[in-house]
């Protein structure tokens, strides 16, 4: 099993930051929402495909007609399990669910199923690293439950829609501890959990489509207070950059209402993008609020220990492994690895390219540059790459062996991108191959002297620099084709006997 916490080295931590003139510490936990990636809800056989028509999923068993009785997806209880074997948790034995009782149009049954007292998994950490500082952040608890439905306010009229479809789909929530000091920190810490998430294979991360979304809670106190301050909670922020803006308005504003003596009521805030401020939604519920009780028609979980070693022989090496690895095995700088070990993909594409032969540094620069620019400009993910990693590594034998240089190799590049051929294929039916006759670059060379004899009598002179300009003209006159080792060396002895 390959451990986050285990595979990370460590650095000194940082100092939190401070607000309101160095008077304040923030105080931040987060509630991540993870829809898990079962083709089937929670407890019933309904599919979880997102965008079908509105309430075309859906049974009397997720929105709770009377009668019916729900049967629990055993996969989502892996995949439960697996999140918490990943983010260092204990795993009970024995869970249950109870019902969550509170009325909203799109939850018509008045109450969630979801887990209290008895979750899943409790007591684990991950890390993250800000600024170069390797912070652990504590996992409270993951508990599964299952999401409401929809509401829909379209039309302008003085109605709504409920669309029931994800009623019932399976929810992961992973509850942090207050751990949290910056909105950095929340940040980063909702992109390592994405990372793992996706990693595992146990939700997509598309945060567009609600599959990950958060719930921020956050105080304020006086530096070197212990005891925590009214926290309010920030609602369903569904980007890295709205929850690092929700919080650091979320903060100033506390900071603002205590300077001027006001205090802060515990409640619930909306984030408003486009006004860049919270807004108050209604007041904080508690525990007691939602009058929890166990869930009668659902047996407790229990969970031995073969299942648990089954799930943990099933764990991939995670984003923090794969980082140290490919820093100590290919020599990658931290940097290189930072990008690409973000995404599971990505780092298996590195890996393909570097098993058919690329040197790792040189597959690296070409993934990190000419991959990704053409990547984004199409918006495709690089499982959609129509270049494979064989024929990019391809492409750098011809490189390494003379036949192309590294300029005409961007124009190979791109070619086979564009139209899925090898590099060879390209080279032949360009007329790409690397000119690396002497004679031929000496007669390119003597002609472009000859045609700056001004420059020529400022490089004798003493300006040096003018060597690239030189460069650059053989290598316009030979089509970018000329070897360039050879270029200039032949190029130095002409100007040296002129």
Same mark, same amino acid.
Request: aromatic share 8%; charged share 25%; proline share 6%.
């Given at each position: 099993?390959?451990?986050?916490?285990?595979?990370?080295?460590?650095?000194?931590?940082?100092?939190?930051?401070?607000?309101?003139?160095?008077?304040?510490?923030?105080?931040?936990?987060?509630?991540?929402?993870?829809?898990?990636?079962?083709?089937?809800?929670?407890?019933?056989?309904?599919?979880?495909?997102?965008?079908?028509?509105?309430?075309?999923?859906?049974?009397?068993?997720?929105?709770?007609?009377?009668?019916?009785?729900?049967?629990?997806?055993?996969?989502?209880?892996?995949?439960?399990?697996?999140?918490?074997?990943?983010?260092?948790?204990?795993?009970?034995?024995?869970?249950?669910?109870?019902?969550?009782?509170?009325?909203?149009?799109?939850?018509?049954?008045?109450?969630?199923?979801?887990?209290?007292?008895?979750?899943?998994?409790?007591?684990?950490?991950?890390?993250?690293?800000?600024?170069?500082?390797?912070?652990?952040?504590?996992?409270?608890?993951?508990?599964?439950?299952?999401?409401?439905?929809?509401?829909?306010?379209?039309?302008?009229?003085?109605?709504?829609?409920?669309?029931?479809?994800?009623?019932?789909?399976?929810?992961?929530?992973?509850?942090?501890?207050?751990?949290? $000091? /910056?909105?950095? #920190? %929340?940040?980063? *810490?909702?992109?390592?959990?994405?990372?793992? @998430?996706?990693?595992?294979? &146990?939700?997509?991360?598309?945060?567009?489509?609600?599959?990950?979304?958060?719930?921020?809670?956050?105080?304020?106190?006086?530096?070197?207070?212990?005891?925590?301050?009214?926290?309010?909670?920030?609602?369903?922020?569904?980007?890295?950059?709205?929850?690092?803006?929700?919080?650091?308005?979320?903060?100033?504003?506390?900071?603002?209402?205590?300077?001027?003596?006001?205090?802060?009521?515990?409640?619930?805030?909306?984030?408003?993008?486009?006004?860049?401020?919270?807004?108050?939604? $209604? /007041?904080?519920? #508690? %525990?007691?609020? *939602?009058?929890?009780?166990?869930?009668?028609? @659902?047996?407790?979980?229990? &969970?031995?220990?073969?299942?648990?070693?089954?799930?943990?022989?099933?764990?991939?090496?995670?984003?923090?492994?794969?980082?140290?690895?490919?820093?100590?095995?290919?020599?990658?700088?931290?940097?290189?690895?930072?990008?690409?070990?973000?995404?599971?993909?990505?780092?298996?594409?590195?890996?393909?390219?570097?098993?058919?032969?690329?040197?790792?540094?040189?597959?690296?620069?070409?993934?990190?540059?000419?991959?990704?620019?053409?990547?984004?400009?199409?918006?495709?993910?690089?499982?959609?790459?129509?270049?494979?990693?064989?024929?990019?590594?391809?492409?750098?034998?011809?490189?390494?062996?003379?036949?192309?240089?590294?300029?005409?190799?961007?124009?190979?590049?791109?070619?086979?991108?564009?139209?899925?051929?090898?590099?060879?294929?390209?080279?032949?039916?360009?007329?790409?191959?690397?000119?690396?006759?002497?004679?031929?670059?000496?007669?390119?060379?003597?002609?472009?002297?000859?045609?700056?004899?001004?420059?020529?009598?400022?490089?004798?002179?003493?300006?040096?620099?003018?060597?690239?300009?030189?460069?650059?003209?053989?290598?316009?006159?030979?089509?970018?084709?000329?070897?360039?080792?050879?270029?200039?060396?032949?190029?130095?002895?002409?100007?040296?006997?002129?």
């Amino acid at each position: 099993m390959s451990n986050d916490i285990n595979n990370t080295q460590s650095s000194p931590a940082a100092a939190p930051p401070v607000w309101g003139n160095g008077k304040y510490e923030a105080v931040i936990g987060l509630e991540v929402h993870a829809q898990m990636l079962t083709e089937t809800k929670i407890f019933c056989g309904c599919p979880t495909k997102f965008g079908a028509e509105p309430n075309t999923q859906t049974c009397p068993v997720d929105i709770g007609l009377p009668g019916v009785l729900p049967v629990l997806n055993r996969k989502a209880v892996e995949y439960a399990v697996k999140t918490g074997l990943a983010m260092n948790c204990t795993v009970a034995r024995c869970s249950r669910f109870a019902r969550k009782n509170y009325f909203y149009p799109d939850l018509p049954k008045g109450y969630q199923v979801s887990q209290y007292e008895l979750p899943i998994c409790e007591h684990g950490s991950v890390e993250i690293v800000v600024d170069g500082a390797v912070k652990r952040v504590g996992i409270t608890r993951i508990h599964m439950e299952e999401d409401a439905g929809k509401n829909i306010h379209e039309g302008g009229g003085p109605y709504s829609f409920v669309d029931l479809n994800r009623a019932g789909v399976p929810l992961m929530e992973i509850v942090s501890e207050p751990d949290i $000091r /910056s909105p950095r #920190e %929340a940040a980063e *810490y909702m992109k390592k959990l994405r990372a793992i @998430l996706r990693y595992l294979g &146990v939700c997509d991360g598309n945060m567009e489509q609600g599959s990950l979304r958060c719930d921020a809670n956050v105080s304020i106190r006086p530096v070197g207070q212990k005891e925590f301050g009214t926290r309010t909670e920030l609602k369903n922020i569904n980007s890295f950059r709205f929850v690092e803006k929700a919080i650091e308005y979320e903060i100033r504003r506390q900071v603002k209402l205590v300077e001027e003596g006001g205090r802060v009521v515990q409640e619930t805030r909306l984030w408003d993008p486009a006004a860049g401020i919270t807004q108050s939604m $209604r /007041s904080k519920e #508690e %525990a007691h609020d *939602y009058r929890y009780f166990p869930e009668p028609d @659902l047996v407790p979980i229990v &969970v031995d220990q073969e299942w648990i070693d089954r799930i943990e022989a099933t764990l991939p090496e995670l984003p923090d492994a794969k980082r140290e690895r490919f820093v100590s095995a290919y020599g990658l700088p931290e940097y290189d690895a930072d990008l690409l070990t973000a995404e599971r993909p990505v780092a298996e594409w590195y890996e393909a390219a570097v098993a058919a032969g690329g040197q790792p540094k040189a597959v690296s620069n070409w993934m990190m540059g000419e991959l990704m620019r053409l990547l984004n400009e199409e918006n495709h993910p690089i499982e959609e790459s129509p270049l494979t990693p064989d024929r990019l590594a391809g492409m750098l034998r011809l490189i390494d062996n003379g036949t192309i240089s590294g300029k005409i190799a961007k124009t190979v590049f791109e070619a086979m991108y564009r139209s899925g051929k090898d590099a060879e294929a390209v080279v032949k039916e360009q007329g790409l191959v690397q000119i690396s006759d002497e004679s031929a670059i000496e007669r390119a060379i003597d002609d472009i002297l000859a045609k700056h004899t001004a420059e020529v009598g400022r490089y004798k002179a003493g300006e040096e620099k003018l060597i690239g300009f030189f460069v650059g003209q053989v290598m316009k006159a030979m089509k970018g084709k000329a070897n360039p080792q050879m270029l200039n060396d032949l190029l130095r002895k002409k100007l040296a006997a002129w």
